[in-house]
């Protein structure tokens, strides 16, 4: 487990659909809520297995702009991909 997500980027993304890291502003607060400590699985609708339904509805992700040597600091339970 950790506290802080930080990442630096090694190349551009300055426009979207480029690769871009995506987080769910937010989503920290119903991912913490929903949480299994120790392994991170978020709960569903009828329990933790895919077979219990779909993950909570986050709504649409941001897709972060990033120049090379960006800071981009982060809770650790922010949904994120990318």
Do not use: Y
């Not at 980027?9 to 913490?32: M, Q, R």
Request: net charge negative.
């Amino acid at each position: 487990s950790f506290s802080l997500l930080v990442g630096i980027p090694l190349s551009e993304a300055l426009h979207e659909d480029t690769g871009n890291l995506c987080v769910w502003p937010g989503s920290h607060f119903v991912c913490h809520s929903k949480m299994r400590d120790p392994d991170g699985q978020i709960r569903r609708e009828a329990g933790w297995e895919p077979k219990d339904g779909p993950l909570p509805d986050l709504g649409p992700p941001t897709q972060l702009r990033v120049e090379p040597g960006d800071i981009i600091l982060a809770h650790s339970e922010l949904a994120h991909c990318g």
